[in-house]
């Protein structure tokens, strides 16, 4: 396969733009700025958003993100937003952080681990709880209503979703993908229990696809040192950015690592008993079955798809949330 070709855009005059790795979209680029080409400060980060569920104005919403939650978790600084406009795409630019994306270091530390090296689980809950300090301290920043930002100004718009409608709106695709009735069924019953469960919590700024890979991570010390791609960000229920940590990656250490962390990012007692250690995963769970059902229910077969779908079929025939392959 031809590898990707760098880009330019008239809006960035002097920018050539190559491709950065990671991620889905193909949207995020590496560029160096010509007016400080030959500092490290130079190399910024060039995000577009291209795809028809982004609205005109996503690149400012982002921004805006940033702006809010910077002195919360690191983020990056805005160097320049752009609107759609004559047929191209919003985009942003912002600073290039230090760090490696999160999800390469922790399948290194889970390699040291099986290879039994000295410390690697010591340094698998250390990352964990980096991570989970993160969705801790969103879950404690509390939102007046639940539902998607909608401006630049970050107005809420409310959007009410049942779990279990959810499962009935995207059925048809899971049958499309090789789901039987009764796994559809059992599906949609996990989902009435999980609903009930998540009822009634108090809406807190979710990033909401807040996993190792959106992460940069300090190799050295495991410290999170940004946290990227905020686009999917919502006012949500405060679980579902656990559950997207705990989603694919369940090593023990991990595990308890970012219990530890979210435990205590979000105000409550870091050595809170197995209990409500059991009762945060199990949350986690359910509010993660949004993600994972959406997930499992797109066509394009990607990895991420296909472990979605592994991971939800494991949930619907055996009824417990925490079930994987």
Not at 61 to 71: F, P, S, Y
Not at 123 to 140: E, K, M, N, P
């Amino acid at each position: 396969m031809e590898p990707p070709r760098p880009r330019v855009d008239p809006r960035l005059p002097g920018y050539m733009l190559e491709p950065l790795a990671g991620g889905w979209s193909g949207e995020t680029f590496l560029a160096t700025d010509p007016a400080d080409p030959g500092h490290p400060g130079g190399r910024v980060v060039v995000r577009y958003f291209a795809d028809g569920r982004h609205a005109p104005d996503a690149a400012r919403i982002q921004a805006a993100l940033l702006d809010r939650v910077r002195g919360l978790v690191p983020v990056p600084v805005v160097r320049q937003v752009h609107d759609a406009a004559a047929g191209l795409p919003g985009l942003l630019v912002t600073e290039l952080l230090p760090g490696e994306r999160g999800d390469l270091v922790l399948a290194r530390l889970v390699a040291e681990r099986l290879a039994d090296k000295p410390r690697a689980d010591d340094d698998l809950r250390s990352l964990g709880s980096a991570l989970g300090r993160v969705a801790g301290t969103l879950a404690a920043t509390p939102l007046p209503r639940t539902g998607l930002f909608a401006d630049p100004g970050l107005r809420i718009e409310p959007f009410d979703l049942r779990l279990p409608d959810w499962v009935d709106t995207h059925a048809p695709r899971l049958v499309e993908a090789g789901w039987s009735a009764g796994e559809v069924a059992g599906l949609r019953t996990v989902a009435e229990r999980a609903a009930a469960d998540l009822d009634g919590a108090a809406p807190c700024l979710v990033h909401s696809d807040l996993n190792p890979k959106n992460v940069l991570v300090d190799p050295a010390t495991l410290q999170v040192t940004g946290v990227l791609d905020w686009e999917f960000a919502h006012a949500g229920h405060p679980a579902t950015d656990l559950g997207n940590l705990l989603r694919f990656d369940r090593e023990a250490a991990y595990v308890e690592g970012v219990l530890d962390g979210w435990f205590a990012g979000s105000g409550a007692d870091r050595d809170a008993g197995e209990p409500c250690r059991r009762r945060a995963r199990d949350l986690a769970r359910a509010a993660d079955l949004v993600a994972l059902i959406d997930l499992a229910a797109r066509a394009e077969p990607n990895p991420v798809v296909r472990r979605a779908r592994a991971h939800l079929v494991a949930i619907a025939r055996t009824g417990d949330v925490g079930s994987a392959p």
